[in-house]
């Protein structure tokens, strides 16, 4: 593996990291439980490196009780002031309290759509995008853009497609990587 063309912004010093690239970056998951963890996820991102996030993960996992979305709409001040002490994941109080008001509106679009996937697909119409070099396109800006409209907070353009690429909806490892495909 460590023989291996990878994308120029995997750091190959990071294990973490190259399997995230080899095994889950741009590979469809589109179960919801995932779809909701990695959005909280990309909304941290907002400012930082996405390795950054990554390697807090395991941290943000645990932070946030395992991404359990009933319990996340149900934080209250006590739970807020404890991720706010919480070293070990990101400690900005609005993107704590965004990640509160998303999931909320993440179960919202559940109801109205059966899922959050089914949601997403009146964007894609069920299609992989295969793109490289971009960090948005019209389909990041009209997810962002409704999003926002539904009231989700640090999900601008370049936060949903980073997401659209990391959930597999976006194809994007670089022409000369081992993983590298084009539709």
């Excluded at 912004?9 to 990071?14: E, G, V």
Aim: proline content about 1%; charged content about 30%.
């Amino acid at each position: 593996m460590a023989n291996k063309v990878r994308c120029k912004w995997c750091n190959l010093k990071n294990d973490l990291y190259v399997k995230y690239h080899d095994e889950e970056w741009c590979q469809p998951n589109f179960d919801d439980k995932y779809l909701f963890k990695m959005l909280i996820l990309e909304s941290f991102q907002a400012g930082l490196s996405w390795e950054c996030i990554l390697n807090k993960r395991e941290a943000f996992e645990k932070a946030y009780d395992n991404f359990d979305i009933d319990k996340i709409c149900n934080y209250d001040d006590k739970k807020i002031a404890e991720l706010l002490a919480n070293k070990n994941i990101i400690r900005n109080k609005l993107k704590i309290l965004a990640s509160i008001n998303n999931a909320k509106i993440f179960k919202n679009i559940q109801k109205d759509y059966g899922s959050f996937y089914n949601y997403l697909k009146t964007f894609t119409n069920n299609k992989i995008f295969y793109e490289i070099g971009k960090n948005t396109s019209n389909l990041s800006d009209n997810i962002s853009k409704d999003m926002q409209k539904k009231g989700m907070k640090f999900v601008g353009s370049t936060t949903i497609y980073s997401y659209l690429q990391a959930v597999g909806i976006i194809y994007s490892h670089d022409k000369d990587c081992f993983l590298f495909k084009s539709n």
